[in-house]
């Protein structure tokens, strides 16, 4: 069975372009949740995303969105990068219910210059 | 709002010893779930061990098991027979017990070294 599967697993940004990242959960799991983690913040939650819906939101500007679509798979964008959004950015899928676990992905590096 | 404490930054331990790390969480909630996760350089997030609140049993994976105390909050795990494998950051995670709350708040981290 695939895990989850982010792409690309590293990116360079300059401050002011926009970017979108990719995951894909594991088969079956229909929950997305996106996290930013850096040295300083620690594991941020961004928002997590069920049925093409986003169903929870952390607590981040307006300029980190994300989607869903119905073959599960998501996407996250990060508009007018700044040099603080550079970081790790994980997906974590679950199956939906009380004791759905999450699994995560490898995550995708952004270095914004 | 829900939080996790994790007071030891770093720990070290020789191989084949017992070493604890240790987790404070606060939360007016009864019931919620308790992670261990552990992220290895490769980057990837692994669950090491889950702990439902209902439960008064401490669960245990193999080497692995932790001491849930629910009165005082706190959510330490064991690592028996450390080998060198077990070297990552260690995350400790709550997660309400809520259907549809997936959303994980997690501690700073405890980095461990195994020392051969």
Known sequence: KAGVTQTPRYLIKTRGQQVTLSCSPISGHRSVSWYQQTPGQGLQFLFEYFSETQRNKGNFPGRF?????????????????????????????????FSGEAFFGQGTRLTVV | AQTVTQSQPE?????????????????????????WYKQPPSRQMILVIRQEAYKQQNATENRFSVNFQKAAKSFSLKIS?????DAAMYFCAYRRLV??????????????????
């Open chain 1, 65 to 97: 969105s994300g989607r869903q679509f119905s073959n599960s798979r998501s996407e996250m964008n990060v508009s007018t990068l700044e040099l603080g959004d550079s970081a790790l950015y994980l997906c974590a899928s679950s199956l939906v219910g």
């Open chain 2, 11 to 35: 720990m070290s331990v020789q191989e084949a010893e017992t070493v604890t790390l240790s987790c404070t969480y606060d939360t007016s909630e009864s019931d919620y779930y308790l992670f």
């Open chain 2, 81 to 85: 027979d450390s080998q060198l494998g």
């Open chain 2, 99 to 116: 259907q549809g709350a997936q959303k994980l708040v997690f501690g700073q981290g405890t980095r461990l070294t195994i020392n051969p």
